[in-house]
């Protein structure tokens, strides 16, 4: 994974290393993912646009399962320049190859598929499915236009549509 190193003002970028610190503490030492949330969201007005998006792929995650895909949408649909920091360039590279047309695929308890988090791969729903106890395994199309992020971690070929 290639990391980016923008050019900021030293005040900004140790505010954004501060709060970068208190994520890091609160997942990898007090393994507590609402900890984590609650941190960016008091503190994302005071991150530079770069850290923004680059934590809020972190944040995302750790914490971004169903019970939270309102507060991601609406987090996800800022405003704020530099957007492509929520992916790696290699990931954002993959993503511009993609055919303008892709099938996805989710696994989920509710019948009506509208999450946010979708897979590339059948195999990998499938295993989901089969791992979490999941009711449906669902697919559609979408053009890669309404694809917000490709995140290539875990095997995973996550899609986030908005």
């Known amino acids: 994974m290639t990391r980016r190193y923008p050019v900021l003002k030293k005040k900004v970028a140790e505010r954004d290393s501060k709060i970068a610190k208190k994520l890091i503490q609160a997942w990898d030492q007090e393994h507590n993912s609402e900890k984590v949330l609650h941190i960016y969201l008091k503190n994302k007005h005071l ?3 770069y850290r923004y998006w680059e934590l809020m792929r972190t944040v995302w ?51 009506i598929a509208d999450g946010l988090s979708w897979t590339l791969s059948k195999d990998y729903a499938e295993l989901y499915k089969e791992q979490f106890g999941k009711a449906y395994l669902f697919h559609r199309e979408v053009n890669r ?13 996550e899609i986030i549509i908005l």
């Open 145 to 157: 236009e309404s694809i917000f992020a490709y995140i290539n971690r875990n095997l995973e070929e």
């Open 47 to 49: 991150l530079s646009h």
């Open 61 to 111: 995650i750790i914490c971004g399962g169903v019970e939270e895909s309102d507060v991601f949408r609406n987090l996800m649909k800022s405003k704020r320049p530099h957007r492509y920091y929520f992916s790696t360039p290699e990931e954002s590279k993959l993503l511009r190859e993609l055919p303008s047309k892709v099938t996805v695929y989710r696994a989920q308890d509710g019948s």
